[in-house]
């Protein structure tokens, strides 16, 4: 999609449809996508939505290839709040934090990105000023050069890891209608009940209790802190290691 120059195409020539740009279209694409589902999304359902035929949003990509890796790219461009990773006086730490945080938010918000960020080469303009501010903050470590990657893959692939589980929790949460405290709840009752896990049920609820907090998403917040403070804590001994 990128590198074949698709993307700065706006329409084949004459004779477009009325009332229709691609930036319309990715939008639609991501509303849909949020509402139903990956599986659910086609370029039929995709020109239901905007009232216009299947073949009119060909004027604007080849291939629903191409319309998902502008919905990719576009839901990226959320992540406005990026740190700054030329500012010598920041904090390399927090940098990192809230790096990880707002990829954490946006797998969150967004379940369908994860499976697309694993499949395409996820280079959009987007995507890139990203990829770009995670590495000049980690390259701002301290840590060689031969280091920076794997530091890179160990906090963000773990971030992907854990957005996009939680991601799966609150969707598959809404399908049922109850609140996510109401389904952890219950789902808790079940399978303290259940032969099969009962007996690991209740060896965890010590470490449950420890971990501390009151509500579904203050406990995963817990987690996701105190995880994401262990791999800067490892930076932080490998930088000192040398």
């Given at each position: 999609?990128?590198?074949?120059?698709?993307?700065?195409?706006?329409?084949?020539?004459?004779?477009?449809?009325?009332?229709?740009?691609?930036?319309?279209?990715?939008?639609?694409?991501?509303?849909?996508?949020?509402?139903?589902?990956?599986?659910?999304?086609?370029?039929?359902?995709?020109?239901?939505?905007?009232?216009?035929?299947?073949?009119?949003?060909?004027?604007?990509?080849?291939?629903?290839?191409?319309?998902?890796?502008?919905?990719?790219?576009?839901?990226?461009?959320?992540?406005?709040?990026?740190?700054?990773?030329?500012?010598?006086?920041?904090?390399?730490?927090?940098?990192?934090?809230?790096?990880?945080?707002?990829?954490?938010?946006?797998?969150?918000?967004?379940?369908?990105?994860?499976?697309?960020?694993?499949?395409?080469?996820?280079?959009?303009?987007?995507?890139?000023?990203?990829?770009?501010?995670?590495?000049q903050v980690v390259i701002r470590?301290?840590?060689?050069?031969?280091?920076?990657?794997?530091?890179?893959?160990?906090?963000?692939?773990?971030?992907?890891?854990?957005?996009?589980?939680?991601?799966?929790?609150?969707?598959?949460?809404?399908?049922?209608?109850?609140?996510?405290?109401?389904?952890?709840?219950?789902?808790?009752?079940?399978?303290?009940?259940?032969?099969?896990?009962?007996?690991?049920?209740?060896?965890?609820?010590?470490?449950?209790?420890?971990?501390?907090?009151?509500?579904?998403?203050?406990?995963?917040?817990?987690?996701?802190?105190?995880?994401?403070?262990?791999?800067?804590?490892?930076?932080?001994?490998?930088?000192?290691?040398?």
């Amino acid at each position: 999609m990128w590198l074949e120059g698709k993307a700065r195409r706006r329409g084949r020539g004459g004779g477009q449809p009325s009332g229709l740009d691609r930036d319309r279209i990715t939008e639609t694409t991501v509303r849909l996508l949020d509402a139903e589902g990956l599986a659910k999304f086609s370029m039929r359902r995709l020109a239901a939505e905007l009232n216009v035929t299947a073949m009119s949003v060909y004027w604007y990509v080849d291939t629903k290839d191409d319309l998902l890796e502008l919905a990719l790219d576009a839901a990226f461009g959320e992540l406005t709040a990026l740190p700054d990773p030329t500012d010598e006086d920041a904090d390399w730490r927090e940098q990192l934090r809230a790096l990880a945080t707002e990829y954490r938010g946006l797998l969150v918000r967004h379940p369908w990105l994860s499976p697309l960020a694993g499949h395409y080469l996820n280079i959009g303009p987007n995507s890139l000023v990203f990829s770009r501010t995670v590495q000049q903050v980690v390259i701002r470590t301290g840590l060689p050069a031969r280091g920076i990657t794997g530091a890179i893959s160990a906090v963000f692939q773990f971030v992907y890891g854990y957005g996009t589980i939680e991601g799966h929790f609150f969707a598959r949460v809404a399908d049922t209608g109850l609140t996510p405290d109401e389904y952890f709840h219950q789902a808790m009752t079940a399978t303290a009940g259940a032969p099969q896990t009962a007996e690991i049920i209740e060896e965890s609820k010590t470490l449950m209790a420890a971990r501390g907090g009151d509500t579904v998403e203050e406990m995963m917040s817990r987690d996701f802190t105190f995880a994401l403070d262990l791999l800067i804590a490892g930076i932080e001994a490998m930088v000192k290691r040398g």
